[in-house]
C-alpha cells in the first residue's frame, strides 16, 4: 500500500504548487453614449435648450460642458423609441434634457458637452456654434414652386422629418458670383446622409455632391452662370428620415 501512500503525497503536492485561480474579473460597464443633439448648436450668452439623445442616458445624474464658464443643467431623461428596421446606435433609444449656457465671448467654432452616469461619462460631443441669425426650415417646401426663398448670406436649420422627404430653397444670384453651399449633419452626429444639390431656375441641375473627405456630409462650390434665381436641395441619399435626420445649411457668396 505504500504506492498508494506515496501518490496520494505526490498528487496533494501538485495541488499545493498549482497557483492560485484569479477571481474572474467583472464585466466592463458600459458606458452612455451621445449620438446627436437637437438642435445641432448653440448660441453664446443665450441659455439654449437641448435634446441629447444616445444610448444608456437614462440613468443620467449629470450633462457637463467642456467650457469652465458655461452652466450646464439636467432637465430630464428618458428612454425613446426607435422605428422599426432602423439602426438604435444611429438614432439612439435614450435621451436627456438639458439647458446650457455659454459665455456670451466664448471664442471658438464648436463646444463639446458630456453626460454622466453611475456607470461613467459619455464622450465629449461637439456642438456647432451660432454667429448669426439662424432660419428655420419651413414645410411645404418639397417642390420648386414651394421652395423657400432666403436671402445670402444665410444659415439654415433643417429637418428631413420622413422618408423621401426633400427641402428646397430659392435665393437670387448674379452672373459671376461664387456660391458656397455646406451641409453639415452626420458629423455632428445627425442620422442624414445628405445629398446636396444646386439647380439653375428651370429646375436643371448645375452641380450636385452627396459625400466630402472623410465625413458623409456635402459641399458644393460655383460660379454662378448668370443672373436669376437658383435652387437648393438637400435630401437623404437613402431616402430616410426622421427627428434625428437634422442638418444645418450654409449658403453664402465667396465674392460680391
Known amino acids: 500500500m505504500r504506492w498508494r501512500h506515496l501518490v496520494s503525497v505526490g498528487l496533494l503536492t501538485l495541488a499545493m504548487s498549482l497557483p492560485a485561480a484569479e477571481p474572474k474579473k467583472p464585466a466592463p460597464k458600459e458606458l452612455p453614449k451621445v449620438v446627436v443633439a437637437l438642435p445641432l448648436s448653440i448660441t453664446p450668452g443665450i441659455p439654449t ?3 441629447l439623445r444616445g444610448l444608456r442616458l437614462d440613468t443620467a445624474t449629470e450633462v457637463r460642458c467642456q ?3 458655461s452652466k450646464a443643467k439636467l432637465l430630464k431623461k ?3 423609441g426607435v422605428p422599426p428596421q432602423q439602426d438604435v446606435n444611429r438614432l439612439g433609444d435614450t435621451q436627456v434634457e438639458a439647458e446650457v449656457t455659454l459665455p456670451a465671448d466664448y471664442p471658438n467654432r464648436t463646444v463639446t458637452i458630456s453626460v454622466l452616469t453611475p456607470n461613467g461619462e459619455s464622450t ?21 414652386r414651394q421652395a423657400q426663398a432666403i436671402p445670402l448670406p444665410q444659415e439654415i436649420q433643417g429637418n428631413i422629418n420622413q422618408a423621401k422627404d426633400v427641402d428646397l430653397f430659392r435665393f437670387e444670384g448674379k452672373s459671376g458670383q461664387q456660391v458656397s453651399l455646406e451641409v453639415f449633419a452626420s458629423r455632428y452626429g445627425s442620422a442624414l446622409d445628405p445629398l446636396l444639390t444646386l439647380y439653375d431656375h428651370q429646375g436643371r441641375i448645375l452641380a450636385s455632391c452627396d459625400d466630402i473627405d472623410g465625413s458623409s456630409d456635402s459641399r458644393l462650390e460655383m460660379t454662378l452662370p448668370s443672373a436669376g434665381v437658383y435652387y437648393v436641395g438637400v435630401i437623404d441619399a437613402n431616402d430616410q428620415g ?8 450654409s449658403v453664402r457668396f465667396k465674392n460680391p
Do not use: Q, W
Open 124 to 144: 465629449a460631443h461637439a456642438l456647432l456654434i451660432d454667429r448669426g441669425p439662424i432660419v428655420a426650415e419651413k414645410e411645404p417646401n418639397n417642390g420648386f
Open 49 to 51: 435648450r437641448l435634446t
Open 242 to 249: 426622421g427627428p434625428t435626420h437634422i442638418y444645418r445649411l
Open 67 to 69: 467650457e469652465p464658464r
Open 78 to 80: 428618458s428612454k425613446v
